[in-house]
Nanobody
């Protein structure tokens, strides 16, 4: 069973930084796309950043552009999200997501492709 395991969340003051990591465990697995989503209290889950692992295309939400950077370590199949200049409105549960092997693929920019989810890691900026 392939699993996504997030790490790196926590409590940080406004203006601070955090680095989130997501590791795919289980069988050797390289998803066609991986990304980070977040969901704050009372809000819908939104895509923060994502990457096409084959082509290297990247998406960064307007709300975090210039502050967050998404990178992938293909050797370890790990996805990272470097977050800088954090704001209170960045507080949320952050989820790593990827395309499940063998599932229908809609393209890296289509949210429907992200059907394998981690447990989430809490980020609190206060």
């Amino acid at each position: 069973e392939v699993q996504l395991v997030e790490s790196g969340g926590g409590l940080v003051q406004p203006g601070g930084s955090l680095r989130l990591s997501c590791a795919a465990s289980g069988i050797e697995y390289r998803s066609r796309c991986m990304g980070w989503f977040r969901q704050g209290p009372g809000n819908e889950r939104e895509r923060v950043a994502s990457i096409s692992t084959g082509g290297g295309d990247r998406y960064i939400a307007d709300s975090v552009r210039g502050r967050f950077t998404i990178t992938q370590d293909t050797a370890t199949n790990t996805l990272n999200l470097q977050m800088r200049r954090l704001k209170p409105e960045d507080s949320a549960m952050y989820y790593c997501a990827a395309a499940r092997p063998g599932s229908r693929y809609y393209g890296w920019s289509d949210r429907r492709s992200y059907n394998l989810w981690g447990q989430g890691t809490q980020v609190t900026v206060s």
